[in-house]
């Protein structure tokens, strides 16, 4: 029986097509294990084992834990897999671990934690992480590292512009690909000033300009939660669709300010049936208030010192 060859469709404008839906879930964590030295692939039948081992881990919840319900929403994450049989994203350096440290990071890292641990996180809404109070949650990049449920993204092209949309806070980020320059250095971005070209049938994302906000975090279970960026980040990400079910996503990150050498990781990225779903995080409406005003009321009964 003869099967018809996928070929690549082009849209009018002339940009290979890759708009639907998407999703980049999978178990392969951010760092590899560091007794796995650097073996970057497992078996398909060792990767079939850490799989399962994820996802019994992920199902043993107790009932009486108040995250049960999570199952639920993370059930339709279309599968998670381990990314191409990776033992961890980041594939250099060859140990799979994301670089140390500059010192003037290792510095900055030691700083805010010796704030927290002075005066407490609950000071003042500022001093709250990004996520809980619902302005990112490090998911939408660059680079995009997934999230722990609704792992869901919408890639729509018009002429001179790609967009990506994710399920998880709404994010868009709107990539012009008609050749236009980065902003002026002095402007920032939270996540970054992004331009986009295309290289054959491969689209190659330039991202600059970001702020010493910036987050970039995948799931609590496969990524670290402690990463953190300075202003001379600078991410390259590259978009090939290679058959009609998969994109391969490959993203280099370059910080020396933080991190004493670039880092560069990959992912599938696999056809789901849209569409995404209205994503409500009400944290920072109702959670937020009541964490800052129970730690008014510490402070008032401990003599007005909030506990760290």
């Known amino acids: 029986q003869r099967t018809t060859k996928w070929v690549l469709a082009h849209l009018p404008d002339g940009q290979p097509d890759f708009q639907g839906y998407w999703t980049n879930a999978t178990y392969t964590p951010l760092e590899r294990d560091r007794e796995l030295g650097t073996k970057e692939f497992f078996t398909p039948e060792e990767a079939a084992a850490y799989a399962k081992k994820r996802a019994d881990i992920e199902n043993n919840q107790p009932k009486d834990n108040i995250h049960y319900d999570d199952r639920i929403w993370q059930d339709e994450s279309y599968g998670k897999v ?31 934690a010796e ?6 996180a609950s000071e003042e809404a500022s001093s709250r992480s990004l996520g809980e109070r619902c302005i990112s949650w490090g998911n939408e990049g660059p680079p995009m590292l997934g999230s722990t449920y609704q792992a869901n993204l919408h890639f729509i092209q018009t002429p001179g512009r790609f967009t990506v949309r994710h399920e998880i806070m709404n994010g868009i980020r709107i990539i012009p690909v008609d050749g236009t320059p980065h902003v002026a250095k002095s402007v920032r971005l939270l996540h970054g000033d992004s ?3 295309w290289e054959g049938d491969t689209l190659v994302v330039d991202t600059t300009n ?5 987050p970039f975090r995948g799931p609590p279970a496969t990524a ?3 990463i953190f960026s300075g202003r001379e980040l600078h991410v390259v990400e590259r978009f090939t669709r290679v058959d009609a079910d998969t994109i391969l996503y490959r993203f280099t990150v370059d910080d020396p300010g933080t991190f004493v050498k670039p880092w560069s990781g990959e992912m599938l990225m696999r056809r789901m049936d849209g569409p995404l779903f209205e994503y409500a995080c009400h944290e920072g409406n109702y959670g937020l208030a009541n964490i800052l005003s129970a730690a008014r009321v510490e402070e008032k009964t401990s003599g007005g010192q909030t506990a760290p």
């Open 82 to 112: 381990v990314s191409r049989n990776r033992t961890s994203l980041v594939f250099d350096p060859p140990d799979g671990r994301i670089p140390e440290l500059t010192p003037t990071a290792k510095a900055l890292a030691a700083a805010r």
């Open 115 to 120: 704030f927290v641990r002075a005066h407490g």
């Open 195 to 197: 331009r986009g070209k």
């Open 210 to 214: 970001f702020t010493d906000r910036t």
């Open 224 to 226: 670290r939660q402690d």
